[in-house]
Nanobody
Framework: QVQLVESGGGLVQAGGSLRLSCAASGRSSFSGYAMGWFRQAPGKEREFVAAISWSGGGTYYADSVKGRFTISRDTAKNTVYLQMNSLKPEDTAVYYC?????????????????WGQGTQVTVSS
């Protein structure tokens, strides 16, 4: 069974940076998978942030984070990262890591098969 564990959230001032990590387990390799980051603010729906192909490393970003956030993966460590720079108060949310059993990148959360428990990111103004 695939398990995803996020870490790295916290409180940061506007303009600051954080790096989230997602440790994936349950398989020797995630070749053929796509990994994604989503976020959910209080009272709002879960929204797509970024996705990456595990094998080829292709990436896809939401317009709201393009140029500020970078998704990457370390295949040796089975870990996905989300580097967040120039953070804004509107980035405040619980951030979730997700995995899907196909390598096609997707923004719809319904297309993902596995989810982590989430990590809180709070950006103060």
């Amino acid at each position: 069974q695939v398990q995803l564990v996020e870490s790295g959230g916290g409180l940061v001032q506007a303009g600051g940076s954080l790096r989230l990590s997602c440790a994936a387990s349950g398989r020797s390799s995630f070749s053929g998978y796509a990994m994604g980051w989503f976020r959910q603010a209080p009272g709002k729906e879960r929204e797509f942030v970024a996705a990456i192909s595990w094998s080829g490393g292709g990436t896809y970003y939401a317009d709201s984070v393009k140029g500020r956030f970078t998704i990457s993966r370390d295949t040796a460590k089975n870990t996905v990262y989300l580097q967040m720079n120039s953070l804004k108060p509107e980035d405040t949310a619980v951030y979730y890591c997700a995995a899907r059993r196909v390598a096609i990148l997707a923004a719809d959360p319904r297309g993902y098969d596995y989810w982590g428990q989430g990590t809180q990111v709070t950006v103060s103004s």
